[in-house]
């Protein structure tokens, strides 16, 4: 698993470098917009990408990558302050950020859940839903809900396993539009809104583990 890291900070650069080759995977090292654009390899697996670099930015970088067709995820690194707007980075592409400064263990696991969700089967079919990972959209019967960034999270997470999926597993994961973690009621809230899109018989909670995907749908009503 190869990771072009592209940061312009020596430090935290070696810093991540060694984080990540810790942890089983192979860096490519980039330090500016041109360096990346050199690196970019076909073994690279996904783009760790810092948003103010010397001779541009992330985002258009981003937003240039994904018109030419890129399709490797991409997870920001974005500095507290910095002119970086979410929707911007996400509208461009992006998959993923954390906002400097951040924990190691927390980039790891955005790393892991980008990776895994690369592996994840692309097309997602379960009675009557399916998943545009493209688009991070979920359609019943063909239409689009609409859904909420982290609605999309929790609910993927769920259709893409058989298995239930416990509430620290999803806290770990999800976070809200400013960079933070969620909270248990706030998971709990989530959750009840993803049921009134979905339909509540499709989500069950496994009282003291978590949530898990149900294929049952209530019986079509007939004349
Ligand atoms: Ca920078």
Redesign the pocket.
């Known amino acids: 698993m190869t990771i072009l890291l592209v ?3 020596p430090v935290l650069r070696d810093g991540l470098a060694e984080l990540f080759s810790g942890n089983g995977y192979r860096v490519i090292p980039a330090a500016s917009v041109r360096e990346a654009r050199e690196r970019l390899t076909d073994e690279v697996r996904m783009i760790v990408l ?5 001779d541009g930015d992330g985002v258009s970088l981003c937003r240039e990558w994904r018109a030419a067709g890129e399709s490797r995820p991409i997870l920001f ?1 974005t ?1 507290r302050g ?1 002119e970086f707007d979410v929707v911007r980075g996400l509208d461009s592409g992006g998959n993923d950020y954390v906002v400097k400064p951040f924990r190691m263990q927390e980039l790891l696991s955005r790393v892991r859940v980008l990776l895994r969700d690369r592996q994840a089967p692309q097309q997602v079919q379960r009675s009557g839903f399916s998943v545009d990972r493209e688009r991070m959209q979920v359609l019943k019967d063909g239409e689009a809900l609409p859904l909420t960034l982290t609605e999309y999270k929790i609910l993927t997470l769920l259709m893409d396993r058989p298995s239930v999926v416990s509430r620290d597993r999803l806290l770990e994961i999800l976070w809200d539009n400013g960079g933070k973690y969620i909270d248990d009621n706030t998971l709990t809230v989530h959750i009840s809104r993803l049921r009134e899109k979905v339909g509540a018989e499709h989500i069950r909670t496994i009282r003291g583990v978590g949530y898990q995907w149900s294929d049952t749908s209530s019986a079509p009503s007939s004349f």
């Open positions: 940061e312009d900070d810092d948003v103010g670099l010397p690194l500095a910095e």
